[in-house]
């Protein structure tokens, strides 16, 4: 068989295991193993062990459970109920500002915990009851958490950005800043959209909300700028070379848990012991998946097909854009099927260097594939915050969500589109902090 013959069948593999609901981490590793000694032989099973642990001996990882810890304590925490109620309180009289400060509290609440179905579940909980008492329609209504939560996985610090930052070995405070004036533009163009909607419509969503005094406004904001202060120091270390990403993690992690507990009170064990437990448990799910896509990736570099992919992309005669074009419509496919983290584990080492080839600057593509990633998030067969939502209000049907998040998906294709045109706004912030990219 040619590599791009066995390139095929270990495609078709990968995809009817890990769709019959195999953990990720075991389907690539199970993949892995059986195609090498398939074609190499028994010989092969010597390289195993360290090759998987190859995957997670990076001093780079250190910084993945910390802001792990960092976004469970704030997910346990009625932080993002006091995000949605400051933020209501100084919009509530705006035409539509309901749901705009759900937006804006999703955007918050995604850079402290990093994470799209927690961002979901923390202000969707409160926020969509409240929406839907104001005379939101439930699409709407729904389709806005949906979108905001996947701003978890761009705005920094972004798990997944941390992820890329392994896969490719560029620098993770780099590309927290590439992610911070896209996630800006993104949260502007959703609230935006969303104020535009409710004007053209006459649609004013306070008929029952309250006035707020000043007094009312101030005296919530104690308790939520502290959190936004530690992701403003977090970036300021990191690109002013104070702190490395593990170091800046680790301080994070602990301020989130010092402010959890002095601003909450969540001292009692119990709650302290559900903070590690489920952020070990992401932790190690993470950690796997990655031990597990460096195997794959080693067999399939071993069997040539990688090299193969590679050379027959980079001898395809047409325009660059046309190339980024065909990129970007295989990962909103792939999205659609698979997590963002093993998308990135498995795709990102092959696509870099073409892309890299091609002109385009390796961190303007990660926000590039974030987007797309993001998109994944919220359609269908997967859809994971569509099925979040789906539990948060059960009385809802998935397709009423899924309806109402597609403006939101229409507005990151344009997102898209328009970093293609201005790829500066991911480049501009990173180059002006930390000097032009090496070889970007």
Do not use: H
Request: charged fraction near 10%.
């Amino acid at each position: 068989m040619t590599p791009l013959e066995i390139g095929l069948l270990i495609a078709i593999v990968t995809i009817v295991l890990l769709g019959t609901g195999m953990p990720i981490a075991f389907g690539l590793g199970f993949v892995a193993v059986a195609f090498m000694v398939a074609f190499q032989g028994a010989s092969a099973l010597g390289v195993l062990a360290e090759t998987f642990f190859s995957g997670i001996d990076s001093f780079a990882l250190v910084s993945l459970p910390m802001f792990i810890l960092m976004g469970a304590a704030v997910a346990s925490s009625p932080a993002g109920r006091d995000l949605y109620i400051a933020l209501d309180r100084w919009l509530n009289r705006v035409p539509g500002g309901i749901v705009a400060a759900n937006l804006g509290a999703c955007s918050i609440f995604a850079a402290l915990s990093g994470s799209s179905p927690a961002t979901c579940a923390a202000i969707g909980k409160m926020g969509i009851p409240e929406m839907r008492k104001r005379g939101v329609p439930d699409g709407l209504a729904t389709g806005s958490i949906a979108a905001g939560g996947t701003l978890g996985i761009l705005i920094p610090p972004s798990i997944t950005m941390i992820v890329y930052g392994v896969a490719t070995e560029t620098s993770i405070g780099r590309l927290f800043l590439a992610g911070v004036l896209p996630g800006i533009m993104l949260t502007a163009m959703f609230i935006g959209w969303t104020l535009f909607v409710a004007w053209r419509r006459g649609w004013g969503f306070g008929e029952v909300a309250q006035s707020f005094s000043l007094r009312q406004k101030l005296e919530i904001l104690p308790r939520i700028l502290p959190f936004l202060g530690i992701i403003v120091g977090i970036l300021y270390v990191l690109y002013g070379g104070v702190a490395t990403p593990s170091e800046a993690a680790g301080v994070g992690a602990l301020f989130c848990l010092v402010m959890v507990i002095a601003i909450y009170r969540m001292w009692q064990p119990g709650r302290m012991w559900q903070i590690f437990r489920d952020s070990t448990r992401e932790s190690v799910m993470i950690m796997m998946i990655i031990a597990a896509s460096e195997l794959f990736s080693f067999m399939m570099s071993s069997l040539y097909v990688t090299q193969e992919i590679a050379e027959g992309i980079a001898a395809l005669e047409i325009n660059r854009w046309l190339l980024m074009g065909l990129i970007n419509l295989f990962l909103l496919v792939a999205g659609m099927f698979l997590p963002p983290v093993a998308i990135i584990l498995m795709t990102a080492p092959i696509l870099l260097p073409i892309v890299v080839q091609a002109g385009f600057d390796p961190y303007w593509f990660a926000v590039i594939l974030t987007l797309n990633m993001e998109i994944g998030l919220i359609t269908p067969p997967v859809g994971l915050n569509l099925f979040v939502i789906n539990g948060i209000t059960p009385d809802i049907r998935l397709p009423v969500i899924l309806r109402g998040a597609l403006p939101f998906v229409l507005l990151m294709v344009v997102g898209i589109l328009i970093l293609f045109l201005f790829p500066g706004i991911a480049t501009w912030l990173p180059d002006r902090l930390m000097g032009p990219a090496v070889g970007g």
